[in-house]
């Protein structure tokens, strides 16, 4: 069939790279509000099932994972750029929760978002 229809092919690939483009453009615009999967899926008009499958073939990651790591690296920049406060950062970048942001952002950078601070602030200092 894909030898006799190939521009179907190419349509249906095409479109699956439209919907993973389109979520990772949603998740930057809106990184910073309380979203979820779910919430990406029904912007796109998909099934949740659908964008994890196509989000992970694309991306090698699963929705989930694209959205915490976009949101700490954005934080990343928010403490290294800023004075803010780690729990105002936290809401800045999508989590109510500080202590929830800073397990996450230990678990992932093996130091506290002070630490990662000060550590970026010797750097400069140097």
Do not use: W
Not at 26 to 52: C, F, V
Request: hydrophobic fraction near 35%; charged fraction near 20%; proline fraction near 4%.
């Amino acid at each position: 069939m894909v030898t006799k229809f190939p521009r179907q092919q190419i349509d249906l690939q095409e479109k699956q790279k439209s919907y993973t483009d389109l979520a990772i453009r949603y998740i930057e615009a809106n990184y910073s509000q309380p979203i979820n999967i779910s919430s990406i899926a029904d912007a796109l008009h998909i099934e949740r099932t659908y964008l994890y499958r196509l989000f992970k073939e694309r991306t090698g990651m699963s929705p989930k994972d694209f959205l915490i790591t976009y949101r700490l690296k954005r934080s990343c920049s928010l403490l290294t750029e800023t004075t803010q406060p780690i729990k105002v950062i936290a809401l800045s970048v999508g989590y109510e929760d500080a202590l929830y942001f800073s397990r996450l952002f230990k678990h992932t950078y093996h130091c506290t978002p002070t630490q990662y601070r000060q550590s970026h602030q010797l750097t400069i200092l140097s």
